[in-house]
């Protein structure tokens, strides 16, 4: 948990984390940023992810900053127990298993409802709680594919190309965060908690976005564009004399500014490219010509042109090169972390900034597994011996 002089805005608020790969932890670690106490439940013995990535590991070490670690063996009766003692007094619950498993373990919501009726009870799946998918496994990369993205990523005729991110891991995660506070809002009027809910496929389509409201308003299937923006001609990524640099000069007044900082007020007279439509039509003539601009100047000549005359612009960055910007500098994303066990470490920190709530200037470490089962369960009422019969039993 996040401890700061000043409470966060969900300090207060406890969540039982039964969450694993990326999109649970991704919604659990918005909660924990903003202060909620969490407690990570794992099974006993646990050392890698359940993806078998190291707990060492950057990614791992990422997530699952700002929580407790109590170890649980749910399969059995005393493990049952004790998440259900944890439950009573939970305001969250997160779950990310296959659809089925949560009510094979018997920790399904309908199960914590009856326990504590103010849960507020989130499950990300691959694709969805019930339909004919809904016991399927699901992974980022296979939500990419049957979401749509793949087949709109990449250059035309290249085939489908994934994007170099959990895009969908990532964005269910922040949704399910969203609609976890929503509840929590909802239940101040109401005195009840719900079950929210999302899936990979639903993020992945959600996330198409202007993509998926051209084919349901006008039956447009979008294809491959490569570096083109897909509907605004003159935007796109174009290399300079020492790199690359992405320009969107789309529109009549951006593009007429871009022509005129350029030294290219010919493609303006030019009658294939004087209306969006003629550009896009024309683009592969268009595209040409502005290679040939893009080459005479450097990536940051070619940023203090634009910038000054009001172009959205900037270079493609490799990730080192993100953060040594100086703007990304000032917003301070990259958050330090002091492990007890690997030392100084630096995690990506959280992009909201709230004018009454500043962001710590640290993040607690990620715990190892088990690190506070004692601390949780010496705060249920069961002592050294007690705790010690657990272990005994492969409870805890």
């Not at 172009?311 to 493609?316: F, K, Q, R, Y």
């Amino acid at each position: 948990m996040t401890t700061t002089p000043r409470p966060l805005p969900l300090n207060g608020f406890s969540v039982l984390d039964l969450t694993a790969h990326r999109a649970g932890p991704t919604a659990v670690r918005q909660l924990a940023d903003w202060g909620a106490d969490v407690i990570k439940i794992e099974a006993p013995g646990a050392g890698l992810d359940a993806t078998g990535s190291r707990r060492d590991g950057p990614d791992f070490q990422n997530l699952h900053r700002n929580k407790r670690s109590l170890t649980l063996n749910l399969k059995t009766p005393e493990g049952l127990k004790i998440f259900f003692d944890l439950a009573k007094k939970a305001d969250v619950v997160v779950e990310n298993y296959k659809s089925t498993v949560k009510h094979k373990l018997g920790v399904d919501y309908e199960a914590v409802k009856k326990v504590n009726p103010r849960i507020v009870y989130g499950s990300i799946s691959g694709f969805g709680q019930d339909g004919p998918y809904a016991g399927r496994a699901g992974v980022d990369q296979i939500a990419q594919g049957m979401g749509g993205l793949m087949s709109i990523t990449g250059h035309a005729g290249g085939g489908p190309v994934r994007v170099g991110i959990a895009i969908n891991d990532t964005s269910a995660g922040l949704l399910l965060a969203n609609a976890i506070v929503l509840a929590l809002l909802e239940r101040e009027r109401s005195g009840e908690g719900q079950w929210v809910s999302t899936s990979l496929i639903e993020a992945q389509i959600y996330m198409l976005d202007f993509q998926a409201a051209r084919y349901l308003m006008r039956g447009e299937v979008a294809g491959q564009e490569g570096n083109n923006h897909p509907t605004a001609p003159g935007t796109g990524m174009f290399q300079t004399a020492d790199g690359y640099i992405n320009i969107a000069a789309s529109g009549d007044s951006l593009w007429e500014r871009f022509c005129k900082a350029a030294g290219a007020t010919d493609l303006l007279s030019n009658p294939d490219f004087t209306s969006p439509a003629l550009r896009t039509r024309n683009r592969p003539a268009l595209n040409a010509r502005l290679a040939e601009i893009m080459r005479a100047r450097t990536n940051d000549q070619w940023v203090a042109l634009m910038d000054k005359a009001g172009v959205p612009c900037g270079p493609i960055n490799t990730i080192d090169k993100v953060f040594a910007d100086p703007q990304v500098q000032h917003l301070g994303i990259a958050k330090p972390v002091d492990h007890p066990k690997y030392g100084a470490q630096k995690v990506v920190g959280q992009p909201i900034h709230l004018s009454r709530y500043p962001q710590p200037d640290k993040l607690q470490h990620t715990p190892d597994a088990g690190e506070h089962t004692v601390e949780v369960l010496t705060a249920l009422g069961y002592n050294a011996d007690a705790i010690a019969a657990l272990r005994a039993k492969g409870a805890v």
